[in-house]
């Protein structure tokens, strides 16, 4: 168990909806990293935060979009959602911005009907 | 554009064999290479990782070779076990600028059968 909780676990909607996806990072972690996994295109970076701030972003759609609260914890926004957004989204944390060593979360599984 | 290539997509190894995935990268910005593994419904894990400064780093059954002047860096697993069955991802991160995030391959499906 890596300390990254996620939930939820499983969700199912259909296209053209919003979902919220959230994390919660490990104890003491000050930066979270969001990653959508698929079959085709592997592991890929969407966007980090550091207590609170936006640090980088990556292959991160314009109808998607994260936030991090003063408790620490992320939401992953996806909206206008399409049959091919679904995906595993994983949480990862660090310590800082910097830390070699990310902690993934178990992912939550994304099904768009 | 792939900046990390990893093959073989998937691996079948016996019980007792060495199992060896290959990852190539073409940024020379990248100063670190961990490797991740995942087992079913699980997120990935840190398994080992290597800066471009040493040519081999071992942990147990688990060994990185590096080799910068080709851009390539391999796992190999001595003596494979059934347990170590899962996908294994290579990754590289540059330690400059702004941005730490981490590139992964798209990862290694091993297979260790009994």
């Known amino acids: 168990d890596s300390g990254v909780t996620q939930t939820p676990k499983h969700l199912i909607t259909a296209t053209g909806q919003r979902v919220t996806l959230r994390c919660s990072p490990r104890s003491g972690d000050l930066s979270v990293y969001w990653y959508q996994q698929s079959l085709d295109q592997g592991l890929q970076f969407l966007i980090q935060y550091y207590n609170g701030e936006e640090r980088a972003k990556g292959n991160i759609l314009e109808r998607f979009s994260a936030q991090q609260f003063p408790d620490l914890h992320s939401e992953l926004n996806l909206s206008s959602l399409e049959l091919g957004d679904s995906a595993l989204y994983f949480c990862?944390?660090?310590?800082?911005?910097?830390?070699?060593?990310?902690?993934f979360g178990p992912g939550t599984r994304l099904l768009v009907l | 554009q792939q900046q990390v290539k990893q093959s073989p997509q998937s691996l079948i190894v016996q019980k007792g064999g060495i199992s060896i995935i290959n990852c190539a990268y073409e940024n020379t910005a990248f100063d670190y290479f961990p490797w991740y593994q995942q087992f079913p419904g699980k997120g990935p894990a840190l398994l080992i990782a290597i800066r471009p400064d040493v040519s081999e780093k071992k942990e147990g059954r688990f060994t990185i070779s590096f080799n910068k002047s080709a851009k390539q860096f391999s796992l190999h697993i001595m003596d494979s076990q059934p347990g170590d069955s899962a996908t294994y991802f290579c990754?590289?991160?540059?330690?400059?600028?702004?941005?730490?995030?981490?590139?992964f391959g798209k990862g290694t499906l091993l297979t260790v059968n009994p």
């Open positions: 990862a944390s660090s310590v800082t911005w910097q830390s070699e060593t990310q902690y």
């Open positions: 990754a590289a991160r540059s330690s400059g600028g702004s941005n730490y995030k981490l590139t």
